[in-house]
Protein backbone atom coordinates (compact mmCIF):
# COMPACT_ATOMS: atom_id res chain seq x y z
CA UNK A 1 0.00 0.00 0.00
CA UNK A 2 1.78 3.42 -0.50
CA UNK A 3 0.30 6.65 0.70
CA UNK A 4 2.24 8.70 -2.38
CA UNK A 5 5.00 7.84 -4.76
CA UNK A 6 7.48 9.27 -1.86
CA UNK A 7 6.21 6.34 -0.14
CA UNK A 8 6.34 3.95 -2.11
CA UNK A 9 9.84 3.29 -0.74
CA UNK A 10 8.89 2.38 2.56
CA UNK A 11 7.81 -1.06 1.49
CA UNK A 12 10.66 -1.60 -0.46
CA UNK A 13 13.83 -3.23 0.72
CA UNK A 14 16.18 0.10 0.77
CA UNK A 15 15.07 1.51 3.84
CA UNK A 16 17.39 0.73 6.73
CA UNK A 17 15.96 -0.12 10.22
CA UNK A 18 18.94 -1.74 11.85
CA UNK A 19 19.81 1.88 12.85
CA UNK A 20 17.54 1.74 15.36
CA UNK A 21 19.49 -1.02 17.03
CA UNK A 22 21.32 2.32 18.21
CA UNK A 23 20.57 5.75 19.04
CA UNK A 24 22.16 9.00 20.42
CA UNK A 25 23.18 7.28 23.64
CA UNK A 26 25.32 4.60 21.95
CA UNK A 27 28.01 6.99 20.95
CA UNK A 28 28.01 9.71 24.21
CA UNK A 29 31.14 7.66 25.15
CA UNK A 30 33.83 7.24 22.32
CA UNK A 31 37.60 5.82 23.10
CA UNK A 32 40.98 6.46 21.41
CA UNK A 33 43.32 8.91 20.60
CA UNK A 34 41.30 10.29 17.61
CA UNK A 35 39.06 12.99 17.77
CA UNK A 36 37.95 11.92 14.05
CA UNK A 37 37.54 8.42 15.03
CA UNK A 38 35.70 9.21 17.90
CA UNK A 39 33.58 11.26 15.99
CA UNK A 40 33.08 9.07 13.04
CA UNK A 41 30.74 6.34 14.70
CA UNK A 42 27.78 8.97 15.35
CA UNK A 43 28.41 10.46 11.75
CA UNK A 44 27.87 7.41 10.29
CA UNK A 45 25.15 5.88 12.09
CA UNK A 46 23.81 9.83 11.38
CA UNK A 47 24.47 9.50 7.82
CA UNK A 48 22.96 5.85 6.95
CA UNK A 49 19.33 7.48 8.55
CA UNK A 50 19.49 10.70 6.99
CA UNK A 51 19.76 8.50 3.33
CA UNK A 52 16.91 6.37 4.45
CA UNK A 53 15.01 9.47 5.05
CA UNK A 54 15.10 8.70 8.51
CA UNK A 55 16.80 12.12 10.23
CA UNK A 56 14.66 14.64 11.01
CA UNK A 57 17.07 16.90 13.10
CA UNK A 58 18.89 20.17 12.30
CA UNK A 59 15.89 21.11 10.10
CA UNK A 60 15.75 24.94 8.44
CA UNK A 61 13.20 27.69 8.04
CA UNK A 62 12.70 29.03 4.81
CA UNK A 63 10.61 32.04 5.55
CA UNK A 64 8.85 32.81 9.01
CA UNK A 65 7.56 30.14 11.92
CA UNK A 66 4.22 30.75 11.17
CA UNK A 67 1.19 27.93 10.80
CA UNK A 68 1.96 26.85 7.81
CA UNK A 69 5.93 27.27 6.33
CA UNK A 70 8.41 25.90 4.58
CA UNK A 71 11.50 24.11 5.54
CA UNK A 72 14.30 22.29 4.45
CA UNK A 73 15.77 18.87 6.08
CA UNK A 74 19.88 19.68 7.24
CA UNK A 75 20.71 17.56 3.73
CA UNK A 76 18.46 20.38 1.61
CA UNK A 77 15.61 18.41 1.03
CA UNK A 78 12.22 21.10 0.94
CA UNK A 79 9.20 20.10 2.86
CA UNK A 80 5.87 22.90 3.08
CA UNK A 81 2.67 22.07 5.07
CA UNK A 82 1.23 23.04 8.64
CA UNK A 83 3.63 23.76 10.92
CA UNK A 84 3.59 22.27 14.59
CA UNK A 85 7.21 22.05 15.20
CA UNK A 86 8.20 25.67 16.07
CA UNK A 87 8.01 27.75 19.42
CA UNK A 88 6.07 30.80 18.93
CA UNK A 89 2.82 29.86 21.34
CA UNK A 90 0.85 32.98 20.54
CA UNK A 91 2.34 33.55 16.93
CA UNK A 92 4.12 36.55 18.48
CA UNK A 93 7.29 36.17 16.37
CA UNK A 94 5.61 37.99 12.86
CA UNK A 95 3.43 39.72 15.56
CA UNK A 96 3.28 43.94 13.26
CA UNK A 97 3.83 45.65 17.10
CA UNK A 98 6.67 43.34 18.12
CA UNK A 99 8.60 43.73 14.41
CA UNK A 100 8.05 47.70 15.17
CA UNK A 101 9.50 47.33 18.21
CA UNK A 102 12.62 45.40 16.64
CA UNK A 103 12.63 47.80 14.34
CA UNK A 104 12.92 51.14 16.25
CA UNK A 105 15.39 49.77 18.70
CA UNK A 106 17.69 48.59 15.81
CA UNK A 107 17.12 52.56 14.62
CA UNK A 108 17.87 54.06 18.63
CA UNK A 109 20.95 51.28 19.79
CA UNK A 110 22.11 49.72 16.36
CA UNK A 111 22.22 45.86 16.83
CA UNK A 112 24.52 45.02 19.82
CA UNK A 113 25.06 45.02 23.20
CA UNK A 114 28.88 45.63 22.72
CA UNK A 115 29.19 44.27 26.54
CA UNK A 116 28.54 42.22 29.40
CA UNK A 117 25.88 43.22 31.66
CA UNK A 118 28.42 43.10 34.67
CA UNK A 119 29.92 45.90 32.54
CA UNK A 120 28.35 48.25 29.83
CA UNK A 121 25.84 45.64 28.13
CA UNK A 122 22.84 47.14 29.81
CA UNK A 123 20.68 50.03 27.81
CA UNK A 124 17.62 51.48 29.51
CA UNK A 125 15.77 48.77 27.30
CA UNK A 126 16.83 46.12 29.36
CA UNK A 127 16.73 47.42 32.66
CA UNK A 128 12.77 48.11 31.90
CA UNK A 129 12.72 44.54 31.00
CA UNK A 130 13.68 43.17 34.43
CA UNK A 131 11.48 45.71 35.50
CA UNK A 132 8.64 44.63 33.69
CA UNK A 133 8.98 40.46 34.06
CA UNK A 134 9.58 41.26 38.09
CA UNK A 135 6.34 43.14 37.88
CA UNK A 136 4.20 40.00 35.62
CA UNK A 137 5.76 37.67 38.13
CA UNK A 138 5.24 39.86 41.16
CA UNK A 139 9.06 39.05 41.99
CA UNK A 140 10.88 42.63 42.95
CA UNK A 141 14.12 41.09 41.34
CA UNK A 142 15.52 40.11 38.03
CA UNK A 143 18.65 38.83 36.58
CA UNK A 144 18.75 38.82 32.34
CA UNK A 145 20.88 35.70 31.02
CA UNK A 146 21.42 35.20 26.94
CA UNK A 147 19.16 32.13 26.85
CA UNK A 148 16.63 30.22 28.97
CA UNK A 149 19.77 27.51 28.89
CA UNK A 150 22.01 30.06 30.75
CA UNK A 151 18.83 31.12 33.05
CA UNK A 152 19.11 28.12 34.09
CA UNK A 153 22.48 26.73 34.60
CA UNK A 154 23.49 29.73 36.18
CA UNK A 155 20.69 30.25 38.43
CA UNK A 156 21.92 26.71 40.14
CA UNK A 157 25.42 26.73 39.32
CA UNK A 158 26.00 30.23 40.40
CA UNK A 159 23.77 29.44 43.92
CA UNK A 160 24.78 26.42 44.69
CA UNK A 161 28.19 24.90 46.40
CA UNK A 162 29.63 20.98 46.53
CA UNK A 163 28.68 20.97 49.81
CA UNK A 164 24.93 21.54 48.89
CA UNK A 165 22.23 19.32 47.64
CA UNK A 166 19.68 18.97 44.82
CA UNK A 167 16.48 16.95 44.48
CA UNK A 168 15.50 17.31 41.22
CA UNK A 169 12.67 15.65 39.17
CA UNK A 170 14.22 13.17 36.46
CA UNK A 171 12.40 15.09 33.67
CA UNK A 172 13.70 18.06 34.40
CA UNK A 173 15.65 20.19 31.13
CA UNK A 174 19.20 19.46 30.30
CA UNK A 175 20.34 23.21 31.80
CA UNK A 176 18.72 22.31 35.18
CA UNK A 177 20.67 18.98 34.94
CA UNK A 178 24.12 20.36 33.37
CA UNK A 179 23.67 23.04 35.84
CA UNK A 180 23.52 20.56 39.01
CA UNK A 181 26.07 18.57 37.13
CA UNK A 182 28.42 21.15 37.65
CA UNK A 183 27.17 22.40 41.08
CA UNK A 184 27.83 19.02 43.34
CA UNK A 185 27.95 15.83 43.80
CA UNK A 186 25.56 15.82 46.25
CA UNK A 187 22.25 15.41 43.79
CA UNK A 188 19.13 13.17 43.88
CA UNK A 189 17.08 12.27 41.90
CA UNK A 190 12.85 12.07 42.31
CA UNK A 191 10.34 10.20 40.32
CA UNK A 192 8.66 12.92 37.77
CA UNK A 193 6.40 15.25 39.70
CA UNK A 194 6.24 12.43 42.61
CA UNK A 195 5.86 15.21 46.03
CA UNK A 196 6.39 12.22 48.24
CA UNK A 197 9.49 11.38 46.74
CA UNK A 198 10.71 14.72 47.28
CA UNK A 199 9.80 14.76 50.97
CA UNK A 200 11.56 11.83 51.49
CA UNK A 201 14.84 12.96 50.45
CA UNK A 202 14.23 16.28 52.13
CA UNK A 203 13.61 14.09 55.28
CA UNK A 204 16.77 12.03 54.64
CA UNK A 205 18.91 15.40 53.64
CA UNK A 206 17.72 17.40 56.61
CA UNK A 207 18.29 14.61 59.44
CA UNK A 208 21.93 14.37 58.02
CA UNK A 209 23.23 17.77 57.29
CA UNK A 210 21.35 20.80 58.91
CA UNK A 211 23.69 23.04 57.67
CA UNK A 212 24.06 23.40 54.19
CA UNK A 213 21.52 24.46 51.28
CA UNK A 214 19.14 21.91 49.88
CA UNK A 215 18.01 23.47 45.88
CA UNK A 216 14.69 21.55 44.98
CA UNK A 217 13.85 22.27 41.05
CA UNK A 218 11.19 21.47 39.27
CA UNK A 219 9.60 23.27 36.10
CA UNK A 220 5.45 24.42 35.68
CA UNK A 221 5.20 22.68 32.39
CA UNK A 222 7.02 20.21 31.12
CA UNK A 223 8.55 20.26 27.85
CA UNK A 224 8.04 16.90 27.02
CA UNK A 225 5.15 15.38 29.72
CA UNK A 226 2.91 18.77 29.01
CA UNK A 227 2.12 18.31 32.81
CA UNK A 228 2.89 20.24 36.24
CA UNK A 229 3.98 19.56 39.58
CA UNK A 230 2.01 20.63 42.47
CA UNK A 231 3.85 24.10 43.51
CA UNK A 232 1.77 25.05 46.34
CA UNK A 233 2.80 22.10 48.09
CA UNK A 234 6.34 21.80 46.92
CA UNK A 235 7.01 25.34 47.78
CA UNK A 236 5.53 24.34 51.75
CA UNK A 237 7.76 20.81 51.99
CA UNK A 238 11.02 23.23 50.86
CA UNK A 239 9.57 25.86 53.54
CA UNK A 240 9.51 22.56 56.39
CA UNK A 241 12.81 21.49 55.59
CA UNK A 242 14.58 24.91 54.72
CA UNK A 243 15.53 24.32 51.15
CA UNK A 244 15.07 26.33 48.81
CA UNK A 245 12.80 26.31 44.94
CA UNK A 246 13.08 26.65 41.54
CA UNK A 247 10.81 26.45 39.24
CA UNK A 248 11.64 26.98 35.23
CA UNK A 249 8.55 28.17 33.56
CA UNK A 250 9.88 28.51 29.74
CA UNK A 251 6.94 26.50 28.72
CA UNK A 252 4.12 28.42 30.94
CA UNK A 253 4.78 31.89 30.83
CA UNK A 254 2.88 33.81 28.37
CA UNK A 255 1.13 31.21 26.97
CA UNK A 256 -1.05 30.08 29.83
CA UNK A 257 -2.59 31.11 33.41
CA UNK A 258 -4.10 34.42 34.16
CA UNK A 259 -2.94 37.17 32.17
CA UNK A 260 -0.32 34.88 30.83
CA UNK A 261 1.36 34.13 34.25
CA UNK A 262 1.59 30.17 33.66
CA UNK A 263 1.51 27.96 35.93
CA UNK A 264 2.44 30.12 39.16
CA UNK A 265 -0.43 32.43 38.02
CA UNK A 266 -3.18 29.16 37.67
CA UNK A 267 -1.56 27.56 40.80
CA UNK A 268 -2.14 31.13 43.31
CA UNK A 269 1.67 30.93 43.83
CA UNK A 270 2.45 34.54 41.64
CA UNK A 271 5.16 36.15 44.34
CA UNK A 272 5.31 33.23 46.55
CA UNK A 273 7.62 30.33 44.43
CA UNK A 274 11.48 31.35 46.05
CA UNK A 275 13.25 31.53 42.45
CA UNK A 276 11.65 31.37 39.15
CA UNK A 277 13.27 31.39 35.96
CA UNK A 278 12.43 31.36 32.26
CA UNK A 279 12.93 31.50 28.66
CA UNK A 280 12.02 34.28 26.06
CA UNK A 281 12.37 31.52 23.28
CA UNK A 282 8.61 29.84 23.31
CA UNK A 283 6.48 32.91 24.00
CA UNK A 284 8.33 35.91 23.65
CA UNK A 285 9.91 35.50 20.30
CA UNK A 286 13.40 36.33 20.98
CA UNK A 287 16.45 34.40 22.61
CA UNK A 288 16.75 35.09 26.12
CA UNK A 289 15.87 34.40 29.42
CA UNK A 290 16.08 35.13 33.37
CA UNK A 291 15.79 34.72 36.98
CA UNK A 292 13.48 36.19 39.20
CA UNK A 293 14.37 36.49 42.69
CA UNK A 294 12.96 37.88 46.21
CA UNK A 295 15.95 39.94 47.32
CA UNK A 296 18.82 42.43 45.91
CA UNK A 297 21.23 40.61 47.85
CA UNK A 298 20.17 37.52 45.83
CA UNK A 299 20.00 38.93 42.70
CA UNK A 300 23.68 40.48 43.08
CA UNK A 301 25.31 37.44 44.05
CA UNK A 302 23.60 35.99 40.77
CA UNK A 303 24.66 38.61 38.62
CA UNK A 304 28.33 37.93 39.93
CA UNK A 305 28.67 34.33 40.19
CA UNK A 306 25.80 33.00 37.69
CA UNK A 307 28.25 32.41 34.92
CA UNK A 308 26.34 32.61 31.52
CA UNK A 309 25.44 36.49 32.93
CA UNK A 310 28.64 37.75 33.73
CA UNK A 311 30.40 36.06 31.18
CA UNK A 312 28.32 36.29 27.81
CA UNK A 313 27.37 39.57 26.23
CA UNK A 314 24.41 41.11 27.45
CA UNK A 315 20.93 40.12 25.58
CA UNK A 316 20.74 42.96 22.31
CA UNK A 317 18.63 45.87 22.08
CA UNK A 318 16.77 44.22 19.68
CA UNK A 319 15.99 41.42 21.81
CA UNK A 320 15.08 43.51 25.10
CA UNK A 321 12.69 45.84 23.19
CA UNK A 322 11.03 42.68 20.99
CA UNK A 323 10.06 40.33 24.83
CA UNK A 324 9.03 43.98 26.14
CA UNK A 325 6.68 44.47 23.40
CA UNK A 326 5.42 40.77 23.15
CA UNK A 327 5.24 41.04 27.42
CA UNK A 328 3.07 44.08 26.97
CA UNK A 329 0.92 41.57 24.32
CA UNK A 330 1.01 38.97 27.06
CA UNK A 331 -0.61 41.09 29.98
CA UNK A 332 -2.87 42.82 27.30
CA UNK A 333 -6.79 41.92 26.18
CA UNK A 334 -5.11 40.17 22.72
CA UNK A 335 -3.16 37.90 24.64
CA UNK A 336 -6.21 36.64 26.80
CA UNK A 337 -8.19 36.05 23.35
CA UNK A 338 -4.31 34.31 21.78
CA UNK A 339 -4.31 32.11 24.58
CA UNK A 340 -7.95 31.17 24.49
CA UNK A 341 -7.16 30.22 20.88
CA UNK A 342 -4.27 28.33 21.49
CA UNK A 343 -5.99 26.15 23.81
CA UNK A 344 -8.85 25.95 21.47
CA UNK A 345 -6.33 24.30 18.65
CA UNK A 346 -4.60 22.20 21.33
CA UNK A 347 -8.07 20.67 22.32
CA UNK A 348 -9.07 19.97 19.15
CA UNK A 349 -5.91 18.42 18.10
CA UNK A 350 -6.14 16.38 21.37
CA UNK A 351 -9.43 15.74 20.74
CA UNK A 352 -9.59 14.61 17.12
CA UNK A 353 -6.10 12.49 18.04
CA UNK A 354 -8.23 10.56 20.33
CA UNK A 355 -10.85 9.82 17.66
CA UNK A 356 -8.22 8.28 15.82
CA UNK A 357 -6.72 6.32 18.97
CA UNK A 358 -4.07 8.24 19.17
CA UNK A 359 -3.12 8.90 22.87
CA UNK A 360 -1.32 12.22 23.62
CA UNK A 361 0.41 12.94 27.32
CA UNK A 362 -0.09 15.54 29.73
CA UNK A 363 -3.23 18.51 29.73
CA UNK A 364 -4.10 20.55 26.94
CA UNK A 365 -1.00 23.48 26.68
CA UNK A 366 1.17 24.38 23.91
CA UNK A 367 2.72 21.21 24.02
CA UNK A 368 0.77 18.05 22.62
CA UNK A 369 2.98 15.05 23.12
CA UNK A 370 1.70 12.54 20.53
CA UNK A 371 2.55 8.88 21.77
CA UNK A 372 3.85 6.43 19.42
CA UNK A 373 5.72 4.12 21.19
CA UNK A 374 8.39 1.85 19.12
CA UNK A 375 11.16 4.08 17.58
CA UNK A 376 11.01 3.21 14.75
CA UNK A 377 7.42 3.72 13.84
CA UNK A 378 7.52 6.83 15.02
CA UNK A 379 10.22 7.56 12.52
CA UNK A 380 8.37 6.44 9.92
CA UNK A 381 5.67 8.14 10.72
CA UNK A 382 7.71 11.41 10.92
CA UNK A 383 8.77 10.67 7.48
CA UNK A 384 5.43 9.87 5.95
CA UNK A 385 3.83 13.10 7.89
CA UNK A 386 6.48 15.11 6.86
CA UNK A 387 5.53 14.40 3.02
CA UNK A 388 1.81 15.14 3.80
CA UNK A 389 2.10 18.61 4.94
CA UNK A 390 2.13 18.18 9.05
CA UNK A 391 5.62 19.34 9.90
CA UNK A 392 6.49 18.29 13.65
CA UNK A 393 9.30 17.28 15.55
CA UNK A 394 10.33 13.68 16.39
CA UNK A 395 11.33 13.26 20.02
CA UNK A 396 12.98 9.75 20.47
CA UNK A 397 15.28 8.27 23.29
CA UNK A 398 17.44 9.18 25.02
CA UNK A 399 15.23 12.49 25.17
CA UNK A 400 12.13 10.24 26.08
CA UNK A 401 12.97 6.79 27.95
CA UNK A 402 13.11 3.90 25.42
CA UNK A 403 10.07 2.62 23.96
CA UNK A 404 7.74 6.01 24.58
CA UNK A 405 9.17 7.55 20.65
CA UNK A 406 6.68 10.62 20.72
CA UNK A 407 5.91 13.17 18.02
CA UNK A 408 6.02 16.40 20.14
CA UNK A 409 3.53 18.77 18.68
CA UNK A 410 3.65 22.38 19.89
CA UNK A 411 0.54 24.52 18.66
CA UNK A 412 0.17 28.47 17.78
CA UNK A 413 -2.64 30.92 18.49
CA UNK A 414 -2.42 31.62 14.97
CA UNK A 415 -3.40 27.70 14.15
CA UNK A 416 -7.10 27.12 13.16
CA UNK A 417 -9.07 24.42 14.60
CA UNK A 418 -9.50 23.06 10.84
CA UNK A 419 -5.66 22.60 10.65
CA UNK A 420 -5.67 20.92 14.18
CA UNK A 421 -8.14 18.80 12.62
CA UNK A 422 -6.32 18.12 9.31
CA UNK A 423 -3.10 17.34 10.90
CA UNK A 424 -4.33 14.69 13.08
CA UNK A 425 -5.84 13.11 10.68
CA UNK A 426 -2.64 12.82 8.50
CA UNK A 427 -0.95 11.77 11.80
CA UNK A 428 -4.11 8.94 12.72
CA UNK A 429 -3.48 7.29 8.90
CA UNK A 430 0.74 7.49 9.39
CA UNK A 431 0.66 5.50 12.14
CA UNK A 432 -1.27 2.94 11.12
CA UNK A 433 0.53 2.92 7.78
CA UNK A 434 4.12 2.92 9.66
CA UNK A 435 3.22 0.18 12.03
CA UNK A 436 1.81 -1.76 9.16
CA UNK A 437 5.03 -2.12 7.19
CA UNK A 438 7.38 -1.73 9.73
CA UNK A 439 7.08 -4.28 12.56
CA UNK A 440 7.69 -3.92 15.92
CA UNK A 441 11.11 -5.73 16.78
CA UNK A 442 12.43 -4.34 20.28
CA UNK A 443 15.92 -2.90 19.79
CA UNK A 444 18.38 -1.52 21.79
CA UNK A 445 18.95 -1.37 25.58
CA UNK A 446 17.36 1.20 27.52
CA UNK A 447 20.64 2.27 29.78
CA UNK A 448 19.56 5.59 30.31
CA UNK A 449 16.10 7.83 31.18
CA UNK A 450 16.52 10.66 29.41
CA UNK A 451 18.86 12.74 27.58
CA UNK A 452 18.97 15.00 30.42
CA UNK A 453 20.99 12.50 32.61
CA UNK A 454 22.93 11.10 30.12
CA UNK A 455 24.29 14.32 29.22
CA UNK A 456 25.76 14.43 33.19
CA UNK A 457 26.31 10.40 34.13
CA UNK A 458 29.35 9.06 33.54
CA UNK A 459 27.88 5.50 32.74
C1 LIG B 1 12.07 23.73 30.33
C2 LIG B 1 13.11 24.47 29.54
N1 LIG B 1 13.98 25.26 30.18
C3 LIG B 1 14.92 25.95 29.52
C4 LIG B 1 15.03 25.88 28.15
C5 LIG B 1 16.13 26.62 27.45
O1 LIG B 1 15.59 27.76 26.84
P1 LIG B 1 16.28 28.48 25.60
O2 LIG B 1 15.84 27.76 24.38
O3 LIG B 1 15.74 29.87 25.69
O4 LIG B 1 17.74 28.44 25.79
C6 LIG B 1 14.14 25.09 27.43
C7 LIG B 1 14.24 25.02 25.97
O5 LIG B 1 13.99 24.07 25.32
C8 LIG B 1 13.16 24.35 28.14
O6 LIG B 1 12.31 23.54 27.51
Same mark, same amino acid.
Given at each position: MAINGKTERLEGDNQDFTVFANSVASFQRPRGTSLEDRASGFYNWQDTRRESGLWFYSRSL?????PITDIRSDNGLPFSGI? !?? +??DYLGLAGHSKVIEAASEALERFGPHSAGSPTLLGNTTLSLQLEHEIGDALHMPEVVLFPTGWGAGFGAIAGLVRPYDHIVIDRLAHACLHQGTAAATKNVHRTEHLCVESIEEHLRRIRSEDDRNMILVVTEG? !????ADMPDIAVMQEICRRYQAVLLVDIAHDFGAMGPGGTGALGLQNMLGKVDLVMGSFSKTFASNGGFVAVKSPAIKQYLKFYGGPHIFSNALSPVQCAVVSSALEIVRSSEGDARREQLIRVAQGLRKALAGRSISCLGMPSPITPVVIGEERVAAVTAKIIAERGVLTNLVEYPAVPLGQARLRMQAMATHTLEQACQAATIIGDAVRFAASIVGSDRNG? +????SISEMLVDPA
Open positions: SRKPGN !FA +SQL !FSMDV +STHY
